[in-house]
């Protein structure tokens, strides 16, 4: 049974009935260098069918489609749970206005996307955000840039101020100096829901490394899900995980035979 609701720009196509539970919302952009975060993020999915599908006229959208099989215009949500049965809805972005070369448009068109997002997710009881992102601007030459392995991970908290990196299970380490860029939609999307939940208990944003001489960061994306079964319990789908690195292995070898 499908639900429409209509935020100010944004409309949602609910596939299923949900109810309001305690909730963590994860967030990944799909097309990141080094697709790490689409790794991670797809396959705690798997082959799950979305439980809303997002369309707003401010997407990003290419005017050419093929057929039989066209690409979807929209932003989907997933649902799944943790081993400890708390519900967690999983955001794939699949297309998003980042940084151009004057830096102009990025706030315009993704705050009014993310706003309806958090408004609607409020009614769901959505009261945590995860948003994985790869170190993506660590190569920007006009700032010094606090650098990492790729078995480590920047966690900024934004809720009380702290940035740290993360090694291992469970060690920690406060960075009190270092800075970090971050593009949007990663900074767009944490800011939004800080100032539009209802039930802010925490926003999270977890930086890989990236590896720019590397088509697939298979190592970064691995760290992704050993913090997300470490810190949130939720496991993925190993079949799929590795269904998918051969299948964007195969991209990467097309695209360098052209």
Request: with cysteine; net charge negative.
């Amino acid at each position: 049974m499908k639900n429409y609701s209509k935020g100010i720009d944004t409309d949602f196509m609910w596939q299923m009935e949900l109810w309001s539970e305690p909730t963590t919302l994860i967030v990944y952009y799909q097309a990141e260098q080094g697709l790490a975060p689409l790794l991670a993020g797809a396959s705690l999915v798997g082959d799950r069918e979305p439980v809303c599908k997002i369309f707003s006229k401010l997407h990003q959208v290419e005017p050419m489609n093929s057929i039989p099989m066209p690409t979807y215009p929209e932003w989907r949500l997933y649902e799944t749970y943790n081993t400890e049965g708390r519900r967690y809805f999983i955001l794939r972005i699949n297309h998003a206005y980042i940084p151009n070369a004057t830096h102009t448009k990025s706030w315009l068109y993704n705050y009014p996307i993310f706003r309806d997002i958090v408004l609607e997710l409020n009614d769901y009881g959505v009261d945590e955000m995860v948003y994985m992102t790869s170190n993506t601007m660590q190569d920007y030459l006009l700032s010094d840039q606090m650098g990492f392995g790729d078995d480590e991970l920047a966690v900024f908290e934004q809720n009380r101020d702290l940035l740290k990196i993360i090694s291992g299970d469970t060690n920690e380490t406060l960075v009190e100096e270092a800075e970090m860029l971050v593009p949007s939609p990663s900074w767009v999307a944490c800011n939004v829901f800080e100032n539009f939940s209802v039930k802010n208990n925490g926003i999270y944003l977890v930086v890989c490394a990236k590896n720019s001489m590397t088509y697939l960061n298979v190592k970064p994306a691995e760290r992704l899900l050993l913090y997300l079964y470490n810190k949130h319990k939720l496991e993925y789908d190993n079949l799929y995980y590795r269904e998918m690195c051969a299948v964007l292995s195969e991209v990467e070898h097309l695209e360098g035979s052209r």
